[in-house]
Structure formats: C-alpha cells, structure tokens
C-alpha cells in the first residue's frame, strides 16, 4: 500500500509540475501564452485557460476555409469525431454548401460564432454549456491567423477560455477535461496543418469529397 502511495504522489507531482504546464502551452513560443489575445474579454473571470500553436506550411488564405466551416453542419472539429460529431468523420474537402460563417450562427456541441476577422480571427462561445452531470461553465474558443515568412506561411494559435461553475464543475475540469481538451486540440491543429498543406493551391471540393 505504502508504495501504491508513494507511486501516485510521484505521478500526481510529475502531472502537475511538468506535464499539465507543458499541456497548457503545447506548441508555443516564448511569451505566446501569455498575449492578450481578442477574446479574452468576454468570460473576465476563468479557471481554467490555456494556448496552443502550430506552424502551418501554407499562407492564411489557404487555411481560413478549413477553419471557417469547422463545427458547423456536422463538418467536425477535425478531432475527437466519436466525442464531438456523433461519430461523423469530419470534412476532409472544403464544403462548398456552407454559406459564410456570420456572427450569431449556431454551430456544433453547443458553440455560437461570437466574434469573426475573414482570413484572421475566429471565435466560439458558449454560456451555461453542460459539463457534466449538473455541472455547467462558460467557454470560449479562439483561433487566431498570423502572417509569417512574408505571408507563405501561417501561424495558428488556438486559446480556450472557460470558468466552471462550483466546486465540483471546477474538480471535473481538472480531472477530466483538462485531458481531453489537450487531445482535442492537439489532434485539431495537427489535423488543420495537415489538411492546409494539402491543398496549397486551396482547391475546393464538392460536398461528396472528389475534386470540383
């Protein structure tokens, strides 16, 4: 029993003091996760935050039209479809049925567009969401498009915001969701990547996946 104990404060403190930090900031750089970023004003007060960024071998242009449909129409999240998308793959062509997304649109698992920049800037926010069994919080989800290498090149950074309400939305969170939103956006940014670089010439495709 003692070294059952002993093992799980060793894994509890290696969790908490190297791989829960590294997990909040997964990809960025120096001074990243720390920015201000648009939509850090909308929940003022949270308990749980964290940046994550991937560089992307592929301009703006060509990443913003993955970006805008994500989430909306069972398009997916390009991560965790099982969890997120009642089990529909998500897109791997750029839907050309999806009108622009707009301010106020509902989208998947509860989100609505909060804030968009065309080609720069996407936000989703939900209020009151269910987090778990009588658990709610507030959460917001920020993509952001920088230029890089004179403009061929995209750096993405991806922000969540969210305060859970009461002491046992706040314990779920660190037990649970921490680890799952980690997976979620690492698997999201990787996939982005992935599906920009692609399509360098960003060619769109037809709702059924060929080439138009």
Request: net charge positive; charged share 20%.
């Amino acid at each position: 029993m003692k070294k059952l104990i002993l093992t799980g404060g060793i894994l509890t403190t290696a969790y908490l003091f190297f791989a829960r930090p590294q997990m909040l900031k997964w990809g960025t750089r120096l001074g990243e996760s720390q920015r201000r970023l648009p939509g850090d004003d909308i929940i003022p007060e949270v308990n749980f935050r964290a940046t994550r960024a991937i560089d992307i071998d592929a301009p703006p242009a060509v990443v913003w039209p993955w970006l805008a449909q994500m989430g909306r129409d069972r398009t997916g999240w390009y991560a965790l479809d099982a969890l997120l998308n009642k089990g529909i793959p998500s897109a791997t062509y750029i839907r050309s049925d999806l009108p622009p997304p707009q301010v106020g649109m509902k989208t998947d698992a509860g989100y609505e567009i909060f804030r968009l920049e065309p080609g720069r800037l996407l936000i989703f926010a939900g209020f009151a969401m269910p987090l778990g069994p009588g658990m709610l919080c507030d959460r917001t989800l920020t993509y952001l498009l920088e230029r890089h290498k004179g403009g061929e090149r995209t750096r993405l950074l991806a922000r969540t915001r969210s305060y859970a309400y009461g002491l046992a939305g706040l314990v779920y969170t660190r037990l649970v969701v921490e680890g799952v939103e980690f997976w979620k956006v690492y698997r999201q940014l990787s996939n982005l990547r992935a599906l920009a670089e692609a399509a360098p010439g960003a060619a769109m495709g037809s709702v059924d996946g060929r080439s138009a």
